[in-house]
């Protein structure tokens, strides 16, 4: 998958997406999310983040997007 985001679940929220991914290398994500607003025009809203046990690697508690 792009940027090595495994995507789990990806839920409509009215105006918002929330979506939950798999523990993901951090600079991946940076990627990922970059792409998303220069493709899509998805901004992120609310994201929740925490070190994972691997180096480099992060838990996504909570992501949020918004279109726009």
Known sequence: SAHSVVI???ADRG???QVWIE??????????????DE???LR????DVSAAEKP??????R???GRG
């Open 15 to 17: 105006e918002n997406i």
């Open 56 to 61: 480099g690697m992060v838990n996504v508690q």
């Open 44 to 47: 992120v809203t609310q994201i």
């Open 23 to 36: 523990p993901v290398v951090f600079n991946d994500l940076l990627k990922w999310l970059n792409a998303l």
């Open 39 to 41: 493709k899509y025009a």
């Open 63 to 65: 992501l949020e997007f």
């Open 8 to 10: 789990r679940r990806i």
